[in-house]
Nanobody, 125 residues
Framework: VQLQASGGGLVQAGGSLRLSCAAS????????LGWFRQAPGKEREFIAY????????YYADSVKGRFTISRDNAKNTVYLQMKSLKPEDTAVYYC???????????????????WGQGTQVTVSS
């Protein structure tokens, strides 16, 4: 499984960005997917999770109400819509896939099997 994240960039505080993560493989609809981020000097942090069907989502408190995770199984792509961005959202953002078919909400990096290369998001004040 290969994951390719894109859509990062420089944005002013209060602005919006949409990240995309395209995945290889013909069984994309069986993957649970997540987004994480890592700021300089900090540990990787869970942001959002979406289940295989897209029916279940889960967010970190720090982004709840501002970020939305979604997926398009026909396009093998997962998205992260980010609104009302803050300087503290500045980080490298990673998408991740869990391919074993867990039914649990996955909010820890160790639960994921494959990772994208990351895309930089910088929010200026």
């Amino acid at each position: 499984v290969q994951l390719q994240a894109s859509g990062g960039g420089l944005v002013q505080a209060g602005g919006s960005l949409r990240l995309s993560c395209a995945a290889s493989g013909r069984t994309f609809s069986t993957y649970n997917l997540g987004w994480f981020r890592q700021a300089p000097g900090k540990e990787r942090e869970f942001i959002a999770y979406i289940s295989r069907s897209g029916a279940m989502t889960y967010y970190a408190d720090s982004v709840k109400g501002r970020f939305t995770i979604s997926r398009d199984n026909a396009k093998n792509t997962v998205y992260l819509q980010m609104k009302s961005l803050k300087p503290e959202d500045t980080a490298v953002y990673y998408c991740a896939a869990e391919i074993r078919g867990s039914s649990w909400t996955l909010d820890e990096s160790r639960e994921y099997d494959y990772w994208g290369q990351g895309t930089q998001v910088t929010v200026s004040s």
